[in-house]
């Protein structure tokens, strides 16, 4: 029996597509979120809006509070651990946390080296503002790439920014010759086999879902139809009026990302959205999205 | 002329189905409507997560849609899909539409850390019975009913069934590239029916 491989990593990975995963604080929020049709749910303590309006030192969220919300869901749950910390990936793992994020929301624990994650059963997911950071996080172990987007703004122009850049760069690989491979990958940084991978295949070897700063309907379905092969809300929903009702909409919207009629009702009944932040306005410490390389 | 094989879109590894009837030359359609089963000859439901498949499902009337074209049109179900199909799920709010006599049990091997792969038995593939089977959270069937036969099995367990018109595995057959158990459904369900 193999247990923790490459196949049963990116499986779940592939499991995920088509669907939301939402941010969650505790049990009954978990409820909602699978309620709703959720297909995983993120359990931390703070969500990223919230983690920008206090400050300090985000760290992995209290284990109690992550079995707690895994007791009562049957869907997925991920956890998030800070860049480079291993022990709190280990913790997370040890708990049977289904996959672990790690996140650029948190504050970074290591400034050089990000977790290793071919040492873990579990599956990892890890963000990115362009192919490259990609490409590395792919060749550390992680089944699944997102966008960074701008967490905790309610602002999609990030995230936006973060799929175009990946997607655009895809097709300069795609175009390049062969010979030409070696060396784009000693400029870029990354590996070449993987290079060779997106090259031939003109898409990333694990699935590329979007994140940071998703808030309605219509940010679901424009993440969709820009590549995004699933979308994470994080504070969009919990900091909006309507929770359950937007929950709703949001997976209904990322079903239907391209039948402007479906999302157009969906987005009808809701009440306010989360309050946005513009990211001029976000004080240089602050911006979250350069946290990780 | 060859049938058109439906694959149920609403979320999850549809198009690793897709992919799998393609590499067989089989016409395949996403499914995410009732009207989109109008010219469809089968009906494939996926890997991904149960209750989002029956909550979308029951928003846009699919529900009834498919339980209608069950009754005349074949099946298959892979581990969510599987458990959608199913008549009774021992450790779910969920109500699966019963077209299939399964009793199961979800995440029957726990969280994604007990996910795995391994060599399966499949008496009917004669030429070779061995397949590589991918368990992602898996469910377990736990009791066959009236007019379920067992088809495929992992140690003791029975991972694989059918009756008339449905095919259910409780694996992953679209995460590997050995296409039988597609080829399989598509010659004795689809061509048949």
Redesign the interface.
């Known amino acids: 029996?193999?247990?923790?491989?490459w196949?049963?990593k990116s499986?779940?990975a592939?499991?995920?597509?088509?669907?939301v995963i939402m941010d969650v604080t505790n049990a009954d929020q978990a409820k909602i979120a699978?309620?709703?049709?959720?297909?995983?749910v993120m359990a931390l303590e703070r969500i990223p809006a919230d983690i920008r309006a206090q400050g300090g030192v985000a760290r992995m969220s209290n284990p109690k509070m992550i079995k707690e919300i895994?007791a009562n869901v049957?869907?997925?749950v991920m956890a998030k651990c800070r860049i480079g910390h291993l022990a709190e990936a280990q913790i997370l793992?040890f708990l049977?946390?289904?996959?672990i994020d790690e996140s650029e929301v948190l504050t970074p624990a290591d400034e050089k080296y990000h977790v290793d994650k071919w040492q873990f059963?579990?599956?990892f997911v890890c963000g990115c503002r362009e192919l490259a950071e990609a490409l590395r996080r792919i060749a550390e172990g992680a089944a699944m790439i997102r966008t960074k987007g701008e967490p905790g703004t309610g602002n999609i122009v990030e995230a936006v920014r973060h799929m175009r850049t990946v997607i655009s760069e895809i097709n300069q690989i795609k175009i390049l010759g062969e010979d030409e491979l070696v060396i784009k990958a000693k400029e870029m940084g990354v590996p070449v086999d993987l290079l060779v991978y997106i090259h031939k295949k003109g898409k990333l070897p694990v699935p590329n879902f979007a994140a940071g700063g998703i808030a309605t309907p219509a940010d679901a379905s424009l993440m969709m139809q820009l590549g995004a092969e699933s979308v994470f809300v994080g504070s969009g929903i919990f900091k909006s009026e309507d929770p359950a009702e937007r929950a709703?909409a949001i997976?209904?919207a990322t079903?239907?990302y391209d039948n402007p009629d479906i999302v157009a009702k969906a987005s009808e009944k809701l009440a306010g959205a989360m309050p946005g932040l513009e990211i001029s306005e976000i004080p240089e410490g602050s911006i979250m999205q350069d946290r990780g390389w | 002329m060859k049938k058109r094989v439906g694959v149920l879109?609403?979320?999850?590894?549809?198009?690793?189905h897709i992919q799998s009837l393609e590499k067989l030359q089989i016409p395949s359609k996403a499914v995410?409507w009732p009207d989109d089963l109008s010219d469809c000859d089968a009906l494939i439901l996926p890997?991904?997560?149960s209750?989002?498949f029956m909550?979308?499902m029951n928003?846009t009337g699919l529900t009834e849609a498919i339980c209608e074209f069950g009754q005349k049109k074949p099946l298959m179900g892979t581990?969510?899909g599987l458990i959608v199909l199913a008549t009774e799920v021992v450790?779910?709010h969920i109500d699966p539409l019963g077209l299939i006599d399964l009793r199961v049990e979800?995440?029957a091997y726990?969280?994604?850390?007990?996910?795995?792969?391994?060599k399966i038995q499949i008496p009917s593939f004669t030429d070779q019975p061995k397949f590589e089977a991918?368990f992602?959270?898996a469910p377990k069937i736990i009791a066959l009913g009236k007019g379920t036969e067992a088809l495929g099995f992992y140690l003791d367990q029975v991972v694989m069934a059918r009756n008339e018109r449905v095919l259910a595995a409780t694996f992953?057959p679209e995460?590997?590239r050995d296409h039988r158990i597609h080829d399989f459904f598509y010659r004795e369900f689809v061509e048949r029916n």
């Open positions: 029996m193999d247990k923790g491989t196949t049963v499986g779940l592939q499991m995920l597509k088509g669907g699978e309620d709703a049709g959720a297909v995983a895994m049957t869907i997925p793992e049977g946390v289904d996959f059963k579990a599956p709703t997976v209904m079903t239907n | 879109a609403l979320q999850g590894d549809f198009h690793r995410r890997g991904g997560e209750t989002t909550n979308l928003q581990c969510a450790n779910n979800r995440n726990g969280r994604q850390i007990n996910s795995f792969s391994e991918v992602i959270r992953h995460l590997t």
